[in-house]
């Protein structure tokens, strides 16, 4: 089925990275991976699969391939500006992951911000007067990009991924949110709420998706305790879904991904979606901070301890996640 739906910087940038193989690739990459043999060890991937999501991320410009040997000929792969660009809101994930969705040990990573010395979180605020920003607060108006283009079905290599691969290698807040926002009907109905839609019907016809899709998606997404059914109608029988305070909370992950694709994907077009905050009245777009400096945060500046305090062989390539991160010393938590 082939729908129609407003363009949206979000929904392009899950395009690129919510395929779980592609995700995890990413992620090894943010960690300090750069060889093909790593990760296909670290992934247990098979190469023929590996191959394919290096190619994608070369070609959206998220890796670049450099050789570091000849005869024979080696290659490594590179993070570059985009790629790195979008590190900061996969922080925002990992905080939302964190927060609702980590298991009762607790978050299985602690970042610490390098620059202030500080155990921190990622946190997202207004650009221009750097308050938060929840979702009562933001108004929404076209952008300079605004328009629609078609649900178009995503190439085959996306299929064959299963959501439970997401898991892989490492526990990772991240992934656990991904398993969540990276469906994309599932992240098409929570944009639909974020607008205020708040009923089957009316998002059936938005999207233009068939009512066993939706009611499928709207059932996983009340039992993730994302959305509560609530009854607006007796006679007949009507339901609504609202957002649930963990829902709420994941709009910040949103729109700092919807700062990533409007900067990196949204070409001469420019942004689809203006922001507005409503508190200090001015267009802005999400800045993703440190939670103790308020700075905001790069790639390079993070370093990472496991909450167990055990570093498997594995994790060795965590120390070096970014070219100037410490590795934190293992065993303290
Ligand atoms: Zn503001
Ligand atoms: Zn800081």
Do not use: H, I, M, Y
């Given at each position: 089925m082939t729908a129609s739906s407003a363009i949206c910087s979000v929904s392009r940038t899950l395009d690129i990275v919510a395929d779980p193989w592609t995700f995890l690739v990413l992620r090894e990459a943010w960690f300090g991976v750069r060889r093909f043999e790593e990760f296909r060890r670290l992934l247990g991937m098979p190469r023929g699969t590996l191959s394919a999501r290096l190619a994608h991320l070369c070609g959206n410009d998220m890796l670049c391939r450099r050789r570091y040997?000849?005869?024979?000929d080696r290659s490594e792969y590179r993070l570059t500006p985009k790629s790195a660009d979008l590190y900061p809101s996969m922080l925002v994930l990992m905080h939302w992951g964190d927060r609702w969705r980590a298991e009762s040990s607790g978050p299985p990573l602690l970042l610490r911000h390098?620059?202030?010395a500080h155990q921190c979180h990622a946190d997202v605020v207004c650009s221009e007067c750097r308050e938060p920003v929840p979702i009562v607060s933001v108004r929404y108006g076209p952008g300079p990009g605004a328009g629609f283009e078609s649900v178009a079905p995503l190439p085959r290599m996306r299929r064959s991924?299963?959501?439970?691969?997401?898991?892989?290698h490492r526990d990772c807040s991240v992934a656990r949110t991904m398993q969540i926002v990276g469906d994309r009907w599932t992240y098409l109905i929570m944009r639909e709420a974020y607008f205020g839609e708040h009923r089957f019907h009316r998002v059936q016809h938005n999207l233009g998706i068939s009512a066993n899709t939706l009611s499928n998606r709207l059932h996983r997404l009340c039992k993730e305790g994302i959305f509560e059914r609530r009854s607006y109608s007796l006679n007949p029988k009507r339901f609504e879904y609202r957002f649930t305070e963990k829902g709420r909370e994941l709009y910040a992950a949103m729109i700092a991904l919807m700062r990533w694709g409007d900067r990196?994907?949204?070409?001469?077009?420019?942004?689809p979606l203006r922001l507005r905050h409503r508190k200090c009245g001015h267009d802005f777009h999400a800045l993703v901070v440190c939670s103790e400096c308020r700075a905001p945060i790069q790639m390079g500046e993070m370093s990472y301890k496991h909450r167990s305090g055990v570093q498997s062989r594995d994790d060795e390539s965590t120390a070096k996640a970014g070219d100037n991160a410490e590795q934190l010393a293992a065993g303290e938590a």
């Open positions: 040997q000849t005869n024979p390098n620059v202030c991924s299963k959501p439970e691969n997401f898991l892989r990196w994907l949204a070409g001469d077009a420019g942004a």
